[in-house]
Protein backbone atom coordinates (compact mmCIF):
# COMPACT_ATOMS: atom_id res chain seq x y z
CA UNK A 1 0.00 0.00 0.00
CA UNK A 2 1.57 3.36 -0.80
CA UNK A 3 1.81 6.23 1.59
CA UNK A 4 -0.95 9.48 0.30
CA UNK A 5 1.17 12.30 -0.40
CA UNK A 6 0.40 15.99 0.22
CA UNK A 7 -2.30 17.07 -1.76
CA UNK A 8 -2.80 13.77 -3.29
CA UNK A 9 -7.38 13.11 -3.34
CA UNK A 10 -6.58 9.55 -4.74
CA UNK A 11 -4.63 7.19 -2.56
CA UNK A 12 -4.51 3.23 -3.20
CA UNK A 13 -6.35 1.20 -0.71
CA UNK A 14 -5.20 -2.20 0.05
CA UNK A 15 -8.40 -3.78 1.45
CA UNK A 16 -6.29 -7.30 2.68
CA UNK A 17 -4.41 -4.97 5.39
CA UNK A 18 -6.46 -2.01 5.85
CA UNK A 19 -8.04 -1.65 9.38
CA UNK A 20 -9.60 2.02 8.66
CA UNK A 21 -10.72 4.61 6.15
CA UNK A 22 -10.46 8.09 6.17
CA UNK A 23 -12.23 10.73 4.06
CA UNK A 24 -11.08 14.24 3.97
CA UNK A 25 -14.09 16.92 2.47
CA UNK A 26 -15.13 20.39 2.96
CA UNK A 27 -17.47 22.00 5.56
CA UNK A 28 -19.42 24.59 2.92
CA UNK A 29 -22.93 24.17 2.46
CA UNK A 30 -22.42 22.76 -0.87
CA UNK A 31 -20.75 19.74 0.62
CA UNK A 32 -23.88 18.89 2.93
CA UNK A 33 -24.89 16.32 0.71
CA UNK A 34 -21.31 14.53 0.75
CA UNK A 35 -21.23 14.59 4.41
CA UNK A 36 -24.60 12.95 4.88
CA UNK A 37 -23.80 10.65 2.54
CA UNK A 38 -20.54 9.11 4.42
CA UNK A 39 -22.55 9.51 7.85
CA UNK A 40 -24.92 7.24 5.61
CA UNK A 41 -22.52 4.80 4.89
CA UNK A 42 -21.05 4.32 8.37
CA UNK A 43 -18.72 7.16 8.56
CA UNK A 44 -17.87 9.01 11.78
CA UNK A 45 -16.87 12.70 12.07
CA UNK A 46 -14.09 12.77 13.67
CA UNK A 47 -12.15 16.41 13.26
CA UNK A 48 -12.82 19.77 11.78
CA UNK A 49 -9.78 21.99 11.16
CA UNK A 50 -11.37 25.62 10.64
CA UNK A 51 -10.07 27.73 7.60
CA UNK A 52 -7.91 24.28 6.56
CA UNK A 53 -8.88 25.16 2.71
CA UNK A 54 -9.41 28.62 2.56
CA UNK A 55 -11.02 31.67 4.50
CA UNK A 56 -14.30 30.28 6.23
CA UNK A 57 -13.86 26.44 4.50
CA UNK A 58 -12.97 23.66 7.24
CA UNK A 59 -11.57 20.60 6.21
CA UNK A 60 -13.78 17.71 8.13
CA UNK A 61 -12.66 14.27 8.75
CA UNK A 62 -14.53 11.28 8.46
CA UNK A 63 -13.52 7.76 9.63
CA UNK A 64 -15.06 4.46 9.24
CA UNK A 65 -13.44 0.66 11.09
CA UNK A 66 -13.45 -1.82 7.90
Request: glycine share 10%; hydrophobic share 40%; proline share 5%.
Amino acid sequence: MREAEPGDSQGIVDLAVAAALTVETSGTPSFAAARAFYERCGFASVASVPDYWEGGDSLELYWRRL
